[in-house]
Every structure is written in C-alpha cells, then in structure tokens.
C-alpha cells in the first residue's frame, strides 16, 4: 500500500475509533511501520476524529522527524514494541474507558490481564500484560515493554490504556476494539462467577487458529459446558 494510501487509512480508523467514544479528546496515537524502517504516526495533541493525513509525522528509521507534524509523545512506547514484536507493522493506543478501568483493578494478573470469556478475545488479543504506571511520554516504559521480550502482542498501561500491535494497520484496530469489549465483559461480569472457556477449548482455537500458545494454568476455569 502506498504512504498515500496509509495516511488516508490510519485518518479513516482514527476517526472511526474516535466517533464511537474510544479515545476521547486528544488522547490516543496509531503509528506504521513502513517498508523502508521509517515510520507514519499521528502527531502531538491531535483529536483521531480531525486527523489531516497530510500532517500524519513521517519518521525515518533513526525516529527523526522528516515530514509531517511533531509526532506524539508516546514514540518510546512504539518504539520498544516494534523492536521487540518483529511481525508488527501497526500500534494503536488508547484511552478506552473498560480497558483504562480493569487496569485499575488490584487483583489482575500482570501477566495475564483478562480471562479467556470469549473466542474472539483469545483469536483477535491473546494474552495481555499488565505494564506499571508511567507518566506519559516517560521513556522508562520503552523498558518495560522491552522486558515483555515481545511475548505480547496486547499491552494494558496501568492508569492509561492499552497498546496493541498487529501485522496490519486493519488488525491492529480491531485486536484494539476486541480487547476493549472483552475488557467490557470482564467488568460486568466481575464477581458472578461467569463461565469461561475452558484449557481444552482455549487449546483447540490455539490448535485450529495456528495461534500463540496460551501456557496451561492461565485459562481460568477448567470446566466444560
């Protein structure tokens, strides 16, 4: 796909995402990964509803700034995912309120935020980690992230929002927007003892979708229904 074409397309699900209450305000930044190691990434301060894609930053691959608006300052963030998820080519982040919300909870498991409670939820997200508190644009996040050694495809910063990669600019939006419905779900259903899916059924879409492998014990309940 053309850089054209990607500006008119990270414009057109920013607004989308926008439109439905996903990132209010100026929050939330999307970048791309381009053939040439450089980058597309939505700029500093920019609503996603009103984004020009002719001012989307445009960084080489040492992340200089050669084109475009001043980018977001959340580029450590990108940057560390895209370092160490080799088959990434696009990030989304949010402020979703469900998913901002369940990291805020005190008994998540950093290393497995969300049970499996739906199949598109294990199929489009897999397992979240939890990252600590940073203050936004905080370079020591790059670290965090890094000390995940790209076994995450879907981050949750705590007090913040989530942070998803994916091999296109497509799959990362909708991993973004699964990931906030299932953290919807977790929220209410939260303390009536839902009925998750079990190990077996976790195993056969891992088995049948060629996905990640979801480590045994981290599944939830083992029952069948």
Known sequence: MSEAKLREEIARFARSLFERGLTPGSSGNISVRLDDGGWLVTPTNASLGFLDPARISRLDAD??????????????????LYETRGSARAIVHLHS???????MLPEID??????????YSVMR????????????????VADAIRGLA????????????????GDTLEAAVYATEELEE???????????????LSPAQVRDLVAHFKLEPWP???HGHDHDH
């Open 63 to 80: 992340g200089r700034l050669v084109g475009g608006d001043a980018p977001t300052k959340e580029i450590p963030l990108h940057a560390a």
């Open 97 to 103: 309120t469900h998913s901002v919300a369940v990291s």
């Open 110 to 119: 950093a290393n497995n935020v969300l049970p499996p409670l739906t199949a």
């Open 125 to 140: 997200v897999g397992r979240t980690a939890l990252v600590p508190y940073y203050r936004p644009g905080d370079p020591a």
């Open 150 to 165: 790209g076994r995450y495809s879907a981050v949750l910063l705590a007090n913040h929002g989530p942070v998803v990669a």
């Open 182 to 196: 299932t953290a919807k779900l977790h929220l209410l259903t939260r303390g009536l003892n839902p009925r998750l």
């Open 216 to 218: 045994e014990g981290e």
